[in-house]
């Protein structure tokens, strides 16, 4: 069995194949049980130097990033540009001129502008993950979509999936489109037709502007948040008639499988596009995704530290 | 990985059969029972992947010897590796499974075979991890020498003269469908 992650760098779910898609996800399977454990310290990455570079808030993909690091035993540094030379007005590039001196294995880095993490793979020798670059990707987040769709239902392939909410502004969207249909899941995308971008069906998904046919016999449904800070405005009248129009509460619910599966890459906006009853019910995955976060982004930092190819 | 590359390599000589391996198998439990003055508190960790099935023959002979089940975890060592980004390739990660405490037990580790220590010594990294063990032992189905590290066996089914460009590779059936042990040689070397 020759498989492996043959790249440097992840930066999105699009160029990566089914094959390695479930080498993270069996890798990340056997992460897993180290969180479980009382010492939770493994020594696979001593002596590497991880940095997290975030040109935009985040909490729980920071932290999961630098935990999954600090488990393996890496040295992990946590840049924010509100405290860099960022605010002197360094450019993208001098920052990761300025980084690659320092000598890190692995750049971890979030920005507003789409192709930002490319850019810094071509002048890095480290290997560059991209952790959410504008309205492009978010493959750790997908990834962790799958891990933990894989961890309830066995399977991916054959499944269907009904993402629901600001599509046009969602990388996680994209990435899990992307990643959800290699491995065989069927999709579809629901949402104001503002939000949807035109060259949705090209992507091999369904479009639905009705959240109630979106959702009924769907597997999993997925809520993205509303991204109030990169709306522009005029997208939607006002936040209550969007959460009556697209929001996913009990009464929905009633239309959507007995099992379904509900998920949200956070932060949730309660009483917005879900509602707390279902974000907190039986079925809500949220917190799972979290946990299953770190053991996912440990798997992708061992598989691009580790070398080139895998035998078993 | 000390062996090297899988290609290129025929059989030189089968050291143990079935009947072999079996025997070895009811040795190495009559003297885990003789060394610990029977089973109390005794707990096998097999190393993945055909330490595992080896702990298993081991505990079903323990059960017979003494009429007592033993637990038996499974252990990876990957994470524990000394060659990560230097090895040619990367062994793939699976699951620590050891579903009890190994706080205050006889913890005899089980591995195939033990050659240059490497192995063993990423074993007892992680299980250390895992709690502080009253002992640790290591039982292996085949000690074939050249040990990098000061590391000794407490229980071997058969010692084992190598060179280093051969390999000593273990078949059972739980992974192989066949019990035996063969000394495989590169050809045309």
């Known amino acids: ?91 993208l590039k001098d920052t990761g001129l300025t980084l690659q001196a320092m000598h890190p294995d692995v750049v971890v880095i979030r920005h507003a502008a789409a192709g930002a993490p490319q850019i810094l793979a071509g002048l890095l020798k480290a290997s560059v993950i991209n952790a959410g670059d504008g309205a492009h990707e978010h493959p750790t ?28 502004h969602s990388r996680v969207a994209r990435s899990n489109i992307f990643a959800m249909r290699k491995m065989g899941m069927q999709v579809r995308v629901c949402g104001p037709a503002t939000m949807l971008p035109r060259y949705m069906d090209r992507l091999g998904v369904e479009v639905f502007h009705r959240i109630e046919p979106a959702i009924a016999d769907m597997d999993i449904i997925m809520m993205l948040r509303i991204q109030l800070e990169r709306q522009g405005g005029g997208l939607f009248p006002t936040l209550r008639e969007y959460s009556k129009l697209f929001g996913l509460n009990l009464d929905r619910l009633k239309a959507a499988k007995q099992d379904v599966l509900i998920m949200h890459p956070g932060p949730i906006n309660r009483g917005v596009e879900i509602s707390p009853e279902v974000a907190d019910g039986p079925y809500s995955l949220i917190l799972n995704q979290v946990e299953n976060g770190v053991a996912v982004r440990m798997a992708v930092l061992y598989l691009l530290a580790g070398g080139q190819t895998t035998t078993n | 990985m000390p062996g090297g590359r899988m290609s290129q390599r025929r059989e030189k000589a089968q050291i143990l059969d079935a009947a072999a391996i079996a025997r070895a198998i009811t040795r190495i439990a009559h003297e885990i029972v003789e060394r610990n003055n029977g089973v109390q508190d005794v707990v096998l960790v097999g190393l993945r992947s055909r330490g595992v099935d080896l702990a298993h023959r081991i505990a079903v002979k323990l059960e017979e010897i003494e009429g007592t089940k033993v637990p038996v975890g499974a252990l990876d060592i990957t994470l524990y590796r000394d060659d990560l980004g230097k090895a040619e390739t990367q062994p793939v990660v699976r699951r620590t499974e050891i579903p009890f405490s190994i706080i205050d037990k006889k913890v005899v580790l089980v591995d195939d075979v033990l050659y240059t220590g490497r192995s063993c010594r990423a074993a007892m990294d992680a299980l250390m991890d895992l709690g502080r063990p009253r002992l640790l032992q290591l039982a292996v189905l085949v000690d074939r020498g050249h040990r990098e590290l000061p590391i000794r066996a407490d229980y071997v089914g058969k010692n084992v003269p190598t060179s280093h460009q051969e390999k000593v590779q273990v078949l059972l059936t739980e992974e192989d469908g066949v019990d035996r042990v063969v000394i495989m040689e590169a050809t045309g070397a």
């Open chain 1, 141 to 168: 987040q997908a990834l962790l979509d799958l891990f933990t769709i894989r961890e309830k239902r066995g399977t991916l392939s054959g499944l269907k999936a009904a993402i629901v909410g600001d599509i046009l």
């Open chain 1, 1 to 91: 069995m020759a498989v492996g992650l043959k790249r440097k760098d992840l930066l999105g779910t699009r160029d990566l194949s089914p094959e390695e898609i479930g080498l993270i996800l069996d890798t990340a399977t056997s992460m897993k049980e180290i969180a479980s454990r009382d010492i939770k310290k493994v020594p696979t990455l001593r002596g590497k130097t991880i940095i997290n570079l975030f040109y935009e808030p985040s909490t729980r993909t920071r932290t999961s990033f630098e935990i999954a690091g600090k488990w393996m035993s890496a040295d992990v540094i946590n840049i924010s540009t509100g405290s860099s030379s960022v605010v002197k007005g360094e450019t």
